[in-house]
C-alpha cells in the first residue's frame, strides 16, 4: 500500500463520521512525512501506518472497542496490508500495555512487535499531534489525553502506565532528528 492510499482509505473511514479523528490523523500523517531523512527507504511503512493509525476508531470495522486491534484485524483480513503496518497500528503509543489494562491478550497473540525504531516514529508522530492535527509537545499531549479521560478510565490508566515508554519513543526520534539536522547544518557553507 502506498501512502496516497493510506490517506484516501482513512478519509474514507474517518472525516465524516469522526472529523476531529480525521483531523488528528492529517497531523500524524504530515509528522511522518517529517521523519524520512532519518527513516530513509522505511519511511513509507511509517507514513502508510501514520495515516492508517486510528482507523480502528471508525464504526464501520470497530469489533473489540479496542482501536489499535481493530484497525489492524481490518488491515490485514480485508485490505490485506503489508506485515509491517500492520504490527505497527496494532501496537502504536503504548497499546501493549492498554490491551494489559482491558485484558485483551490477542493482541500480542495476533500481532508481533514491530520494529523498535519504527514504533518509536510512529509513536512520536501521535504524541506530538493533538486531536486537531496541531503539533503539540510530548507533556501537553499526554496531559491532554490524561485530562480527557477520568482517573478509573481505562485509556486514563493506560496512558499513566506508559508514560515512561512513550517519552522515551519520542526523545530517541526528536534526538535521531536533532543529529540529522546537525549533519547537515554546514552544507553549502564556505570555510575562512
Not at 484485524?73 to 480485508?78: A, F, H, K, S
Request: aromatic fraction near 4%; hydrophobic fraction near 40%; include cysteine.
Amino acid at each position: 500500500m502506498v501512502v496516497e492510499d493510506a490517506r484516501s482509505l482513512a478519509e474514507r473511514l474517518l472525516s465524516k463520521q469522526l472529523p476531529r479523528r480525521w483531523a488528528h490523523t492529517q497531523g500524524v500523517g504530515g509528522r511522518a512525512r517529517e521523519l524520512r531523512a532519518i527513516l530513509g527507504e522505511r519511511a513509507q511503512v511509517v507514513e502508510v501506518a501514520a495515516w492508517l493509525h486510528d482507523i480502528g476508531y471508525s464504526p464501520v470495522l470497530r469489533s473489540t472497542g479496542f482501536h489499535p486491534l481493530d484497525g489492524a484485524r481490518y488491515l490485514r483480513d480485508v485490505v490485506a496490508a503489508d506485515d509491517m503496518v500492520c504490527r505497527l497500528v496494532a501496537h502504536h503509543t503504548g497499546a501493549m500495555v492498554e490491551a494489559n489494562e482491558r485484558e485483551i491478550p490477542e493482541l500480542v497473540d495476533e500481532f508481533a512487535l514491530p520494529d523498535a525504531d519504527l514504533l518509536d516514529a510512529l509513536t512520536y508522530c501521535d504524541v506530538t499531534t493533538d486531536p486537531d492535527g496541531c503539533r503539540v509537545d510530548v507533556e501537553e499531549r499526554l496531559s491532554e489525553i490524561l485530562m480527557r479521560y477520568s482517573n478509573e478510565h481505562v485509556v486514563h490508566r493506560s496512558i499513566l502506565r506508559s508514560a515512561p515508554t512513550i517519552r522515551t519513543a519520542a526523545e530517541n526520534v526528536q534526538g535521531r532528528l536533532g543529529a540529522s539536522r546537525s549533519k547537515g547544518a554546514c552544507r553549502g557553507r564556505g570555510t575562512a
